[in-house]
């Protein structure tokens, strides 16, 4: 293993150094931060820039890391991309210019439709659009040793050029899976269900307090993190289910979040049947959770 990271980072430095550096400038202009899982959602450039590659938000991905994939489908589309973040701190590395002190490169890149409009079953699911974030389901089913139920994983996109702070503190103020149920139709024919009454007496004060002190998980521009919340049920298991059937998750909820100046709740009370209903056709995904996973636990 330490061979291999060896390897890793001597090629890094190679492809960051002009032909005619130096050795001591090519030690200079070398990744200064070994890679860190990141996703990011926006639209994806339609050019390709100095024949190097694309640009999504503020990060650069190299041809070289997406000629497997068929990039044309996504350019200039609404796509959300997964992989390793790199930052480099030579501002014209690999021919990519950054007006900022590094250059920010997403390695090993997964790019998806967001959402994939082109199917029913789409693997994301939009909840809420608000000013500072984006707050999205995954349309999969996780389980792990440690939980009785199964989870749900939700990803918050910090849609804003400031960093955010959301309070994941408190396993009854998250977003979270309601109540599920099989159905005929792609919607719920009968709604009964009880949902969360949601605070109404905000400390703004307080929540800025504790994110400039760094006790809320802090949201990079651009960036998201996500979470994973069980069923608060008994321990039953999803049924099987048929080809014409789907399986329907409602999600209930809130969240707080702040730039450090201005915050915003997320209430899932009234929102529309179509933001808060997650349908699954058949066959559903069952995954396991990851090692690394942040699971709201009810302790």
């Not at 991905?61 to 609404?78: H, T």
């Not at 707050?135 to 994983?153: D, G, P, Q, V």
Request: glycine share 6%; with cysteine.
């Amino acid at each position: 293993m330490n061979k291999l990271l060896i390897i890793l980072v001597t090629t890094m430095l190679i492809v960051g150094c002009g032909q005619n550096e130096s050795k001591k400038n090519c030690n200079q202009n070398n990744i200064n931060e070994m890679a860190k899982n990141i996703t990011t959602i926006g639209v994806l450039n339609d050019e390709i820039i100095n024949k190097y590659g694309y640009k999504i938000n503020d990060f650069f991905i190299a041809l070289s890391d997406i000629e497997a994939q068929n990039i044309d489908s996504f350019k200039g589309k609404k796509v959300i991309v997964s992989g390793e973040l790199f930052i480099s701190d030579n501002k014209n590395s690999d021919g990519f210019q950054s007006s900022g002190d590094v250059v920010k490169y997403i390695k090993k890149p997964k790019i998806g439709l967001f959402p994939d409009e082109t199917i029913f079953d789409s693997s994301y699911h939009i909840i809420y659009t608000g000013q500072m974030i984006e707050l999205i389901a995954e349309n999969s089913i996780y389980y792990t040793e440690s939980e009785e139920n199964f989870l749900m994983k939700f990803l918050i996109y910090n849609k804003t050029d400031k960093p955010v702070g959301v309070d994941l503190t408190d396993y009854w103020k998250v977003i979270y899976p309601n109540q599920w149920g099989i159905y005929n139709t792609p919607m719920r024919q009968v709604v009964d269900e009880t949902q969360i009454i949601p605070d109404t007496i905000i400390d703004k004060n307080d929540l800025i307090d504790r994110f400039k002190a760094g006790k809320l998980t802090t949201i990079q521009p651009n960036e998201t993190i996500s979470f994973y919340r069980d069923w608060n049920g008994s321990g039953e298991k999803i049924p099987d289910f048929k080809e014409n059937e789907y399986f329907i998750i409602t999600v209930d909820g809130q969240l707080l979040i702040t730039n450090g100046v201005d915050i915003e709740q997320i209430t899932l009370l009234n929102a529309d049947e179509q933001n808060r209903a997650i349908v699954f056709s058949y066959p559903v995904s069952f995954i396991n959770i990851p090692d690394n996973a942040l699971i709201i636990r009810n302790d």
